[in-house]
């Protein structure tokens, strides 16, 4: 009798959902405290069971069957989301890291705690409860595979392609901007605190001339390839997510030919005076956008004959200027808009025969560096370097 049940048993285990560990006490009372909050104030990604056939949620177990997306996600920033030494030298210095934790690791699974509410409605003052389940080597991985693409124990994608491995289905946030958004266009201020959260690409994206053209157009390039082992080549998208082209850990990032630089830089040279044409190039959002402390610089200098600088060197900056205390407000902008060229006209000293241009792409302020004590960490790149003879 025992010989003939055992096999169908283990045939019946085969086709029932794997048993999901019980939900942990306190994840009712924390859904509940982020229902009550602004949507960019919730985890972006909620509470995910692991889907069926599949042992946890960590990127690493992906990586088994998808080596190629999983080698891509590894470089990306979205991977270093929690690691970054100046995320996390942040997080130590302030009181409101519940809002930060839903954007850089987005699912609850993710979280050491949960908030489930604010004493006096102070969002620097969360009341938490402990996550007993929290998978911190599923924290580490920040934007992680099942941040983006599991909901409600199901594999989420763009096409909802049958596989015996993982349940799937399509879901169509995955053809259109709306999956990126989540994060990626966000404003609150808080008054009476020197923070603000403005994620402003949406916005910008939308109100140029490209917004044709979803986010995954240039920031996740068409590539055929098996997307599985084992499985035929088929249309998909590389998962690097390349940006400025700063990496956050020295030598390690996506590859730079992802995506081609977003300032664009031209000049004249007359025998008095050099015309810089600087143009928004690539991007279909402002440049720079995101962070505000994101800026670039240009520098020119003029030599003589013995090849000797003459003169001041010309310095131009382009981006947010802001002030924090006591309240965040933005002092100026000076951005470049999709198209925008601007023409900036720039006298030569009278001893000058030659001229050199240097532009460089900053990440973060140098008071913030000071700040945060950031000295070593990879901030800028220089992305032109450009020198001629006046005529
Ligand atoms: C045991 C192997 C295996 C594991 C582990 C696995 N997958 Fe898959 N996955 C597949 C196969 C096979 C396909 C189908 C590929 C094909 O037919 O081209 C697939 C398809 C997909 C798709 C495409 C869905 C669509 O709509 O196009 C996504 C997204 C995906 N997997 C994500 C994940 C994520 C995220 C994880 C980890 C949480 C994961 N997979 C773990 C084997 C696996
Ligand atoms: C769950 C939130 C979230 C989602 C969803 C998300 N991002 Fe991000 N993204 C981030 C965060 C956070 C960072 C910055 C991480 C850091 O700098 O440590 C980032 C960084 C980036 C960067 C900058 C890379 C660099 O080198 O600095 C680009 C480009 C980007 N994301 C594009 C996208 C696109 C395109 C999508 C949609 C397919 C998307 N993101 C979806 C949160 C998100
Ligand atoms: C037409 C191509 C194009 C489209 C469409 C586009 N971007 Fe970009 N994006 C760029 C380029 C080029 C850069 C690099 C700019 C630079 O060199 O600083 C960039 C930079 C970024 C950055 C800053 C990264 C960094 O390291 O400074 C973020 C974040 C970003 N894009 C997000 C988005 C999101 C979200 C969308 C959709 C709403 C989007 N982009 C649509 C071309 C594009
Ligand atoms: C920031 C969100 C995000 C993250 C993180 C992410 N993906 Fe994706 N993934 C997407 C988008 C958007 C697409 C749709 C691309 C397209 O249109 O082909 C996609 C498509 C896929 C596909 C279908 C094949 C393809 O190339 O389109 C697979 C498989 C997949 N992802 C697996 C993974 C795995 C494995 C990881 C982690 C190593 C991961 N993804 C991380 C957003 C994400
Ligand atoms: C609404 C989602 C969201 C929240 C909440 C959020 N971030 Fe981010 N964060 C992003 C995105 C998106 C980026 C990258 C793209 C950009 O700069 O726009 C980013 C980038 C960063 C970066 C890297 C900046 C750079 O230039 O490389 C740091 C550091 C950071 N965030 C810290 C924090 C801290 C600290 C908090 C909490 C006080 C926080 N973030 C809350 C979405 C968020």
Redesign the pocket.
């Known amino acids: 009798m025992a010989r003939v049940l055992l096999p169908l048993l283990i045939v019946a285990a085969g086709c029932a959902p794997p048993p999901s560990p019980p939900e942990p006490a306190g994840l009712d009372q924390a859904n509940e405290f982020y229902a009550t909050r602004p949507p960019e104030e919730r985890p972006?990604?909620g509470w995910q069971v692991v889907p069926a056939g599949l042992t946890d949620l960590r990127a690493a177990s992906c990586g088994e069957c998808h080596p190629d997306i999983f080698a891509e996600w590894r470089t990306s920033?979205?991977a270093?989301?929690w690691t970054?030494v100046q995320?996390q030298s942040e997080m130590t210095k302030s009181e409101n890291r519940w809002l930060c934790r839903n954007?850089?690791t987005?699912l609850l699974n993710q979280m050491p705690v949960w908030a489930v509410g604010l004493e006096a409605d102070d969002v620097e003052r969360p009341i938490y409860v402990d996550n007993p389940t929290v998978d911190l080597e599923l924290r580490d991985e920040g934007?992680t595979c099942a941040?983006?693409h599991v909901r409600d124990g199901v594999i989420e994608g763009p096409t909802g392609i049958e596989t015996k491995s993982h349940p799937t289905r399509k879901a169509d946030r995955f053809n259109d901007e709306t999956?990126?958004l989540?994060?990626?266009q966000a404003v609150r201020s808080y008054p009476g605190k020197d923070f603000i959260c403005v994620f402003e690409t949406g916005k910008e994206w939308r109100d140029g001339p490209y917004n044709r053209y979803s986010?995954?157009f240039c920031?996740?390039q068409p590539v055929v390839r098996p997307q599985a082992v084992d499985e035929p080549p088929r249309p998909g998208r590389r998962h690097y997510?390349?940006?400025?082209?700063?990496y956050?850990v020295e030598g390690f990032?996506p590859p730079l030919d992802q995506l081609g630089f977003g300032l664009g830089v031209e000049v004249e040279a007359a025998s008095d005076r050099l015309l810089v044409t600087l143009s928004n190039s690539a991007a279909a959002h402002l440049l720079p956008t995101?962070d505000p402390e994101r800026h670039i610089s240009v520098e020119v200098d003029f030599r003589d004959a013995a090849g000797v600088p003459v003169g001041e060197p010309h310095r131009m900056r382009i981006g947010q200027i802001w002030e924090w205390w006591p309240e965040p407000r933005k002092l100026d902008d000076n951005r470049l808009a999709p198209l925008e060229q601007r023409v900036v006209s720039i006298e030569a000293p009278a001893a000058a025969v030659s001229w050199r241009l240097v532009a460089t792409s900053h990440r973060i302020a140098q008071e913030a560096i000071e700040f945060h004590e950031l000295h070593g960490y990879p901030s800028s790149r220089v992305t032109h370097q450009l020198a001629g003879v006046l005529p």
């Open positions: 972006q990604a920033t979205h270093q989301a970054d995320f954007c850089h987005p934007i941040s983006c999956i990126c989540a994060c990626h986010c995954q920031h996740m997510w390349p940006g400025a082209g700063i956050k990032g995101g």
